[in-house]
């Protein structure tokens, strides 16, 4: 069973700026899409983005289209993303999942293994 770790979240003021990462086992990471998950306080998860495996094609949620990037260095097996004009809506548990090759992106149960998560928190 691969692995999946993300790293990179914390406290951060209303408009900054955080950059998240997940490095994966090479096996659960070559040639699968990925994508970023989260799951704010009281609320289910929710998509956030995706991005396909050779990278040349990405998808976001509408909440974070334009402040969001997802990107990929398949060299390093590392998923990343970075996030611009955060706000207090953004504070979730930010998880990095693989997608199972079948349905759609944005669709949670898309994604068949998941990371343990990282806490984002966006302070007003």
């Known amino acids: 069973q691969g692995q999946l770790v993300e790293s990179g979240g914390g406290l951060v003021q209303t408009g900054g700026s955080l950059r998240l990462s997940c490095v994966a086992s090479?096996?659960?990471?070559?040639?699968?899409?990925m994508g970023w998950l989260r799951q704010a306080p009281k609320k289910g998860r929710e998509f956030v983005a995706a991005i396909n495996w050779i990278g040349g094609r990405t998808y976001y949620a509408d909440s974070v289209k334009g402040r969001f990037t997802i990107s990929r260095d398949n060299a390093k097996n590392t998923l990343y993303l970075e996030m611009n004009s955060l706000a207090p809506e953004d504070t979730a548990v930010y998880y990095c999942a693989k997608h199972c090759g079948g349905g759609p992106y944005d669709a949670t149960y898309g994604y068949d293994s998941w990371g343990q998560g990282t806490q984002v928190t966006v302070s007003s």
């Open positions: 090479g096996h659960i990471f070559n040639s699968y899409a």
